[in-house]
């Protein structure tokens, strides 16, 4: 089977938080927040050529898709911030509703990953700010 961009979009809307296909082959996840990303980078794997259809993507997310090498990012939230990291390195970014800020689960700040990566350009420095940041949040 190929999977397009639609094919993506359809799966995010029925309920997978992440789906990736570079036409042939699909990756999903219905795990919440980076820790899919954070698990394709841990495995080794590369999304170049690959599309992508995500719930939320803020600058957190956006970082590790440029770690990642997607080539293009498509999400039901997106923040300005993670749509300005996608462009400044190629990926083609598009969203259904843009927003200032990713916040946290509660509703009550700024989504912990996205203060993890406050003021971090470097996108290997965000992956290890990032894994920092789940580590603390696992209490490990």
């Not at 990642?68 to 462009?87: D, N």
Request: proline fraction near 2%; include cysteine; aromatic fraction near 4%.
């Amino acid at each position: 089977m190929r999977y397009d961009i639609q094919d993506l979009k359809r799966l995010v809307r029925d309920g997978h938080t992440v789906a990736a296909s570079d036409g042939e082959r699909l990756l999903t996840s219905c795990e919440r927040g980076i820790k899919p990303l954070v698990q394709w980078l841990d495995d080794g794997l590369c999304l170049a050529g690959f599309s992508v259809a995500d719930k939320i993507v803020g600058r957190a997310a956006a970082m590790l898709y440029v770690r990642l090498g997607a080539a293009r990012v498509w999400a039901q939230v997106m923040s300005r911030g993670g749509k300005t990291v996608l462009a400044a390195h190629g990926i083609a970014a598009e969203c259904e509703v843009e927003t200032e800020r990713i916040i946290n689960r509660l509703g009550t700040g700024m989504c912990p990953m996205e203060e993890a990566v406050k003021g971090v350009d470097d996108p290997l420095e965000a992956e290890r700010a990032l894994k920092a940041k789940l580590k603390q949040l696992r209490g490990a």
